[in-house]
């Protein structure tokens, strides 16, 4: 955890690896904005291979062989310094979804929950601007922030196996879309033919950190 | 070319993985033994990123179908050319019609068998390893499947000795426990010492939930001084996390990319290898190492296995 005056703290992951942390009690925009500037600054560190964003954090995946921990760990506090925002434009996207109040998702459960008519969730859901906050746990699998606190739902006791590519979820305080079948412990609120990751394409991710991104309904399905 | 003739599916194509795509979640894969997957390479004289086949179900049958030179390294599995027993880390001719067997391994749980000129599948994002979390990469993005008839890379073959490999590193006695060396991580102080002396003193027991995506210990129950709700983060393999159970998880070679839950650990990369080969039921022993201990063993492994191909190419010269 970081310290409350926003220095991050820098710790060993591993043979090759750094993990910075500079997440305070909760999500922030501004300290992500500076953790995507500091992740586009890979192949300015020698020995550095990888800059993998996650929340509020980073993971810095280096060579040994080529760079000593300490080192990095200036140079790393340096570079943080110097990531004042992220200058980088990011696109704007629109995913179409298509709502589910089918009693096997769990849109109309999570509405009451949350004590909101569904038609009402349904327009604060598309009606929000996300941004991808990061990608990571599979493959093109986008983080997003900006959903509408209302919506925020703690994610199920207990995992579903198999949550259907294309899923558009909710978990906690953030919103997703399932990139491939998987497991999740998120709530299915609709679903997307917008094809999130295609390991061949050049650019095998379709969303990157930084995009914003708006859900717009193309109907409501029962 | 070679014809598979009895597999199970969770058997892959896998090379030393891939790399520079944890920023989009897609993780390394790639052998989960990376040094019997090396030395398997060394011994043939390929190129170190080969792909290979890791078989981890056992009994395997293969036929090859071509004059081929290969080598299996790894597990201890009894191998059976046709008839013929073949020593353990070892690699030599094979004639196109003869069948390659692997018995379930006395010792190690995880062969490799290497093919010189290496299997000839599509790289995709840079490797040629299974994504079998995904479903791409590898051998038709999935885990090997009898019939399947997988090319072999262009190498000029030439007759040769059998050649074999005795290295420092030996695989893990059943009976005795593992030591896997690891580094302090993120939350590690968020573990009392009570808690750390039972982490580095307890014998952990490697449970039935194991795969090359991470594996499940039983031991006693460790908990944070309080309940930890953390960010999202990235996570490398070897990363040992905690979960509310108190029951550790280690991430292996088809982790996710990101995780959330407490880390109190990091298996050194240079001990990933002992973890691959931990048949179910093993008894780990955590040790705690600092990072230039972490480089020195990294480092012991990177010169045997230069002397190993250092030593294989002088006697290709002498052929």
Known sequence: ?222 | MIEILSTGVLNSVQDAGRAGYLSIGVGQSGAMDVLAHAMGNALLGNEANAASLEIALFPFRLRLLSDCRFAITGADGEALLDEQPLPPQWACDGKAGQTLQIKPPRRGARCYVSFAGGIEVPLVMGSRATDLKTGFGGFEGRGLMRGDRLVLGNQTYKPHAGVGATLSWALPERDRAIEIRVLPAAEFNEFDEPTKTLFFQQGWTLSQEANRMGMRLIGPELKTRRPLELLSHGILPGTVQVPPSGQPIIQLADANTCGGYPKIANVIDADLWRLAQAPIGSTFRFVEVDHPEAMAAQEHQDRELMALRQAIQCSFTRA
């Open chain 1, 1 to 222: 955890m970081a310290s409350l005056d926003g220095v991050p703290r820098v710790c060993i992951a591993g043979s090759r690896g750094l993990f910075l942390d500079a997440a305070g009690p909760r999500f922030s925009e501004p300290v992500q904005r500076r953790v995507l500037a500091l992740a586009r600054t890979v192949g300015q560190i020698p020995g550095v291979q990888e800059l993998v964003p996650g929340m509020n954090n980073v993971l810095v995946v280096y060579d040994p062989r080529q760079a000593s921990p300490a080192v990095l760990c200036d140079q790393l506090m340096t570079l943080w310094e110097q990531a004042a925002a992220d200058e980088s434009p990011g696109r704007d996207i629109d995913i179409p979804v298509i709502y589910s109040t089918n009693a096997s998702d769990d849109l109309v459960q999570i509405a009451a929950l949350a004590g909101l008519a569904v038609d009402e969730f349904i327009r604060l859901h598309s009606e929000a601007a996300y941004q991808v906050a990061c990608v990571g746990a599979m493959p093109g699998f986008p983080y997003l922030s900006g959903l509408d606190p209302r919506l925020a739902t703690p994610r199920r006791a207990v995992p579903r196996m198999r949550l259907e590519q294309g899923a558009v979820i909710i978990g906690g305080a953030q919103a997703g879309i399932m990139p491939c079948s998987a497991p999740s412990g998120w709530h299915v609120i609709g679903r997307t033919d917008v094809q999130l990751f295609d390991a061949q394409q050049l650019s095998p991710s379709f969303l990157q950190p930084g995009d914003r991104i708006r859900f717009s309904i193309a109907g409501v399905e029962s």
